[in-house]
């Protein structure tokens, strides 16, 4: 059993930053693939950027475009999601996942085992 949960979201105006957390615990966290994904109100979840169990390789959703990064800390069990220029449409759930191995298949939410709870980002215009 994996349990993660996320933190740091909140009501942050355009352009503004924001470091969402997620804490894993009950699997050996530097051995899985994380992921973040978002769910807009009234929309699909999407992918937003993933992380290999190393941190060597990062992959990101089409729509980030050197806005936001992930990054981890194995030592914390804790794999971060800084994002930046925050838009209005960044509106979202955010939601944090594992994965048992790295591939293009990454970007589907059905490569995922594991679910947190989700942290709520509001990007107000």
């Known amino acids: 059993q994996v349990k993660l949960v996320e933190s740091g979201g909140r009501l942050v105006q355009a352009g503004g930053s924001l470091r969402l957390s997620c804490a894993a615990s009950g699997r050996t966290f530097s051995q899985v693939v994380m992921g973040w994904f978002r769910q807009p109100p009234g929309k699909e979840r999407e992918f937003v950027a993933a992380?290999?169990?190393?941190?060597?390789?990062?992959a990101y959703g089409d729509f980030v475009k050197g806005r936001f990064t992930i990054s981890r800390d194995n030592a914390k069990n804790t794999v971060y999601l800084q994002l930046n220029s925050l838009r209005a449409e960044d509106t979202a759930v955010y939601y944090c996942?594992?994965?048992?191995?790295?591939?293009?298949?990454?970007?589907?939410?059905?490569?995922?085992?594991?679910w947190g709870q989700g942290t709520q980002v509001t990007v107000s215009s």
């Open positions: 996942g594992t994965a048992r191995n790295w591939g293009p298949s990454l970007e589907g939410a059905d490569e995922y085992d594991y």
């Open positions: 992380i290999s169990w190393s941190g060597g390789s990062t």
